[in-house]
């Protein structure tokens, strides 16, 4: 499971997630991406059964790019606990996602195998996703 090594501070606040990806949301490695259209947390759960997801669709062929990493310490209160008493134990890690951020990106397969993988990933995610080509427009689906 993916999660930082070491943190600067233990716990941090949630945030807000308006506006949509400044950084990451162009494919650089691979030919076909998984793209967010819409805003969520992603943990790392979900991340490492998307990543297992493509690579059983890829049968050992091509390879995968990771493009998020769970750096965001999720906390959680016990239940029936009275209000006070300060901020929950941390149960986990999330990835901030963006509007536009690419998740996943993949080369060495076929356009048709390599569509399936991404599609299996995408059943993965709370978030809507869409697919990309390298070369096409950005407005375009495949």
Do not use: C
Request: glycine share 10%; charged share 30%; hydrophobic share 35%.
């Amino acid at each position: 499971m993916l999660m930082p090594k070491r943190v600067k501070w233990r716990k941090v606040m949630r945030g807000r997630m308006t506006g949509k990806a400044l950084r990451g949301a162009e494919i650089t490695s691979g030919e076909y991406a998984l793209q967010a259209i819409e805003p969520g947390w992603i943990t790392a759960r979900q991340i490492e059964a998307a990543r297992r997801a493509i690579v059983h669709r890829m049968k050992r062929h091509g390879k995968v790019w990771i493009r998020i990493f769970p750096d965001k310490p999720y906390t959680h209160r016990p239940p029936e606990t009275r209000m006070g008493k300060g901020k929950g134990n941390v149960e986990y890690y999330v990835a901030v996602v963006k509007p536009g951020r690419i998740m996943f990106e993949i080369s060495g397969l076929d356009h048709e195998e390599s569509v399936e993988a991404l599609k299996q990933a995408s059943y993965k995610f709370p978030i809507k996703t869409k697919i990309l080509v390298r070369g096409q427009e950005a407005g375009e689906s495949a």
